[in-house]
């Protein structure tokens, strides 16, 4: 079992940045792959970004690309999302994910941090 905890979330300006971090648990972190995914009011949850175990691929969801980031540091058990130049429909609460399968799926849940951008 793999708890995974986020931090970071905010409430900011459009155009701003965030980063958001989660920390797992799991010893053996870097056997997981890693995503992050967003959920607005009324939407579905939606793939944001992923990266695999040795952090050597990151894929991206397209209304993204070019603004965030993932890493991770297998060292600290810890992934991150760099958010900048974030718009109002950014807004949702963001799902730290980890998976054994595709990073565009999930095995296990963070409980949410919300980002709050406003216009």
């Known amino acids: 079992q793999v708890q995974l905890e986020e931090s970071g979330g905010g409430l900011v300006q459009a155009g701003a940045s965030l980063r958001l971090s989660c920390k797992a648990s799991e010893r053996t972190f870097d056997n997981y792959g890693l995503g992050w995914f967003r959920q607005a009011p009324g939407k579905e949850r939606e793939f944001v970004a992923g990266i695999n175990r040795d952090g050597g691929n990151t894929f991206y969801g397209d209304s993204v690309k070019g603004r965030f980031t993932i890493s991770r540091n297998n060292a600290k058990n810890t992934v991150y999302l760099q958010m900048n130049s974030l718009k109002p429909e950014d807004t949702a609460v963001y799902y730290c994910?980890?998976?054994?399968?595709?990073?565009?799926?999930?095995?296990?849940w963070g409980q949410g941090t919300q980002v709050t951008v406003s216009s």
């Open positions: 994910a980890a998976t054994r399968r595709s990073v565009r799926t999930a095995d296990y």
